[in-house]
Every structure is written in C-alpha cells, then in structure tokens.
C-alpha cells in the first residue's frame, strides 16, 4: 500500500480542464435547448451587458485566446443576427438592444441555476478556497 496521498488523484491540470470542459457541456446543453446559442454566446453577452459600448476589436483579442479569432467573429455575427446586439458604424461598439437585454436577463437565469449545480453540497468558503488555491498557483507559474 502507497503513503503517496496523491497517488489516488488525478493531476491538477487534468482536473482544471476537465471541469472547464464540464461546465461548457452542461451550459451549452442549457443554452442550445433554451436559447439554440451556447456558452461563447452567453460569454460574449455577459460581457457586453457588463460592458456596454465594448469595441468589438477588444472582446475579439481577449477571445480569440480560447477560440480563435474567426470563431469569435462568428459568435458576434450570431447574436448580432439574432437582433441582440448592435454595433455603431464607426467605432464598432457593441451594445445589448432591448431584444438582447430581455434575452440577457432570461439567459441569466438559466446561468444562475449552473452556479447551484456547480457549487451543490460546497460552501462558499470551499469555493473561495479553490478559487483562491488556482489563482495563487497560476500566479506561482507566471513569475
């Protein structure tokens, strides 16, 4: 029998991956059925909606990290179609129409009910640990 303690556990990269890819496939089921738009859809109208009047050329560079940048460009497109959001035509500017507003808060939601799921039989002082856990080993990293 080992007295390794973490030889019954999976690495920490493994894990941190697999619970982002858990949460994209438990919002996108959420959002695909309720909204037929996913998780980058919500992403990119929480930001607005906390945003507005973002220059698209910002939420592309800090998106097109994750999925690059035609994939970025695209979800803009979608919900721009789906009348939910505008851009000005000069500085491109992107803003929640009242349409995308309504959407935003019902789509908000649906968002608040993945955080119940997420966090069920934790604390919030058990997320804050975790939270505060990866952030100081990112930063560890990143020296």
Known sequence: MSTD???NHKPIGYLARRLDE???EYVDTL???????????????RRVHDSPA???????ESAKVFYGEDVVRDI????????????????????LTEQGEVAFARMKETQDNTWDALLKGLTMDDYITVV??????IDNLEE
Do not use: C
């Open 31 to 45: 959002m695909t059925t309720n909204f037929e738009v996913g998780r980058r859809h919500w992403q990119l109208m």
């Open 54 to 60: 973002l220059p698209a050329a910002e939420y592309i």
């Open 76 to 95: 803009i497109g979608t919900v721009e179609s789906r009348g939910w959001l505008t851009r000005s035509p000069d500085s491109e500017e992107m803003t």
């Open 132 to 137: 505060t856990l990866l952030e100081k080993m």
């Open 22 to 24: 858990a949460i994209t």
């Open 5 to 7: 303690p973490l030889q």
